[in-house]
């Protein structure tokens, strides 16, 4: 439907821009959203670079064994089909750091090998499990300590102060994820 949408406003804002005479600032403006898109990749790619990199070092030291210990709680009641000797717990663990620390870019791949994981595990092949529900949920809601990825969408468009978002960011997520959660474990139980 987007696919279909999108080149149809195109279109008409570009017809319209030739009607009124815009043609020039039409011109202008693909030029500069172009430089924009590169300038806002560039900023992606360091803080992305960063945070990867800082990752990988947690998971040479110590760091990430800590916090998975401390996440070992709200891992075996957020999914308590999964065992902890199971490599997916350490998975789902580390997807979980990642969301935390705001690296969505970086723990997608990390979500995807946990989703995997948790399919192999997965009896019905065509039917989500309990735990894989419950993962769905935890990645789209993912709270987030350090939002990198708007602070740095905010510090490329040169905000006064780019980790104001911060507090609205923590009450949205933490929000988001006690309902999911929530309605998850309400709808398991029933169904």
Known sequence: MLN??????????????????????????IFKSA??????????????????????????????RKLSKLLNPIIKFLFPDVKKDDEVYNEISMNMIANFLGLGNAATPLGLKAMKSLQKDNSKKDTLSDSM???????????????????????SLNSANPTKIMLPVWIATISAATTGIFVAKILMKKY
């Not at 790619?45 to 030291?61: D, H, R, S, V, Y």
Request: proline share 3%; glycine share 6%; aromatic share 12%.
């Open 35 to 64: 430089a924009d898109a590169v300038n806002l990749c560039i900023t992606f790619f360091g803080t992305l670079c960063l945070w990867n990199g800082i990752m990988q070092i947690a998971m040479k030291t110590s760091v990430v």
């Open 133 to 155: 529900a419950m993962f769905i949920i935890i990645n789209t809601a993912s709270m987030q300590l350090i939002p990198t990825t708007v602070i740095a969408i905010r510090s």
């Open 4 to 29: 279909k949408l999108w080149p149809i406003f195109i279109i008409i804002s570009f017809v319209y821009g030739i009607f009124v005479g815009n043609v020039q600032n039409i011109n202008n403006e």
